[in-house]
């Protein structure tokens, strides 16, 4: 008889700001960190940081917490409505020593508000208002989000830092212009890069592979479909989970699912995949070269 031992988050929130408790805009997760509806009952449906209709009251998240087992964490979600930005720190505290590395501090001193320790216990959330910001940012180990995306909160405060969220404006567009700068590219690359990607049609491509997919409405893309993901035999947990796949306003593609097996996996995965599936008919056999 194998026993199954499910993962809990930490989720305190008599530590959380009150004002981040309140509104319809929270989900539970899996060990997987899939989001979830929450559901007191303990019913698991998959839940989206882009449909409203998959949100719920803080009160119905935390008896759905507390009353299942298999419900690893509660989360809230950074919403349009809303002035929050999300701040997310990956891999920046030392498991054994629980030292962070200086280039995160630096970015946890400027903001100067509510942190708190990520359920990993290697990373870090930090929470600040920002109206009228509209973005998302993301590379290693630094992501900054307004929306479409959920945070699970876990109530574990960084030592040292301000148990309010605080208006950091000018703070986060700093960290932006510093950690995210505008790289000029010459006429002759810009203009063959453009005709690459515009060459691409992603829709067509999705077809030609048999890829049911469902058109999503976002504000952060021009375009998003919702696929089934290539890597879904990989997923231990929840298989049916959230799978994206978009084009930007300014023709970049990206991919994204929301289950830890495929976290590392970017947009020139998918690509390599996708064209595999379209011009040989099958998945690659092994990793190759992505391009």
Not at 14 to 32: A, H, N, R, Y
Not at 123 to 133: A, N
């Amino acid at each position: 008889m194998t026993i199954v031992t499910i993962k809990k988050f930490p989720h305190h929130p008599e530590s959380i700001p009150d004002e981040m408790l309140l509104g319809e805009c929270f989900v539970v997760c899996d060990p997987e960190m899939v989001p979830l509806i929450a559901i007191p009952s303990g019913t698991i449906i998959t839940a989206s940081s882009t449909e409203p209709d998959t949100w719920r009251y803080h009160t119905v998240a935390l008896e759905t917490y507390t009353r299942n087992a298999h419900i690893s964490g509660v989360g809230r979600v950074l919403t349009i409505d809303d002035i929050y930005v999300g701040v997310d720190l990956d891999y920046c505290i030392d498991p054994e020593i629980g030292e962070i590395e200086p280039r995160a501090l630096r970015i946890i001193e400027e903001l100067d508000s509510y942190s708190e320790i990520s359920p990993s216990g290697c990373g870090i959330k930090i929470w600040v208002k920002v109206p009228g910001f509209t973005r998302s940012y993301k590379k290693a180990q630094l992501e900054i989000y307004s929306r479409a995306r959920y945070f699970t909160l876990t109530g574990t405060p960084l030592p040292g830092t301000r148990d309010t969220v605080e208006y950091r404006a000018s703070e986060v567009y700093g960290i932006v212009d510093r950690e995210f700068p505008k790289v000029e590219r010459s006429n002759s690359y810009k203009g063959r890069n453009d005709k690459l990607r515009d060459s691409f049609n992603l829709e067509d491509m999705l077809d030609r592979a048999g890829i049911e997919k469902r058109l999503r409405d976002d504000t952060t893309a021009e375009t998003k479909f919702e696929i089934a993901c290539p890597w879904i035999a990989e997923h231990t947990v929840s298989p049916e989970s959230g799978t994206r796949v978009g084009r930007y306003e300014d023709g970049g593609f990206w991919f994204k699912c929301e289950h830890s097996h495929c976290a590392s996996r970017t947009w020139a995965d998918f690509k390599f995949w996708l064209k595999s599936m379209v011009y040989r008919g099958r998945p690659p056999r092994s990793k190759g070269r992505r391009r």
